[in-house]
Nanobody, 122 residues
């Protein structure tokens, strides 16, 4: 069973940067799509970015040009580099994956980490 552990959250001023990391364990990391979602207080969880097992990347319109997702299969890790942060980026950020390997990416995820808090002050 895969386990996901996020790290790298914190408090940052508007315009600043943060890098989130997610370490996966329990299976062959390179075979699986990975993603980042976020949930702000009082709001539903929303998609942020994803990277397929083959390396294709996908972004929410709200973060395009500011966030970059990447993966290091040798380290079983996926990263989210966040730049030009805004107060509206404040949320708990969750790493996500799917139980199925070598899938045709369809934006679906079914396994989640515990989340890491990102707070952007104005």
């Amino acid at each position: 069973q895969v386990q996901l552990q996020e790290s790298g959250g914190g408090l940052v001023q508007a315009g600043g940067s943060l890098r989130l990391s997610c370490a996966a364990s329990g299976r062959t990391f390179s075979r699986y799509d990975m993603g980042w979602f976020r949930q702000a207080p009082g709001k539903e969880r929303e998609f942020v970015a994803a990277i397929s097992w083959s390396g294709s990347t996908y972004y929410a319109d709200s973060v395009k040009g500011r966030f970059t997702i990447s993966r290091d299969n040798a380290k079983n890790s996926v990263y989210l580099q966040m730049s030009s942060l805004k107060p509206e980026d404040t949320a708990v950020y969750y790493c996500a994956t799917h139980r199925g390997a070598y899938r045709n990416y369809d934006g679906s995820f079914d396994t989640w980490g515990q989340g890491t808090q990102v707070t952007v002050s104005s």
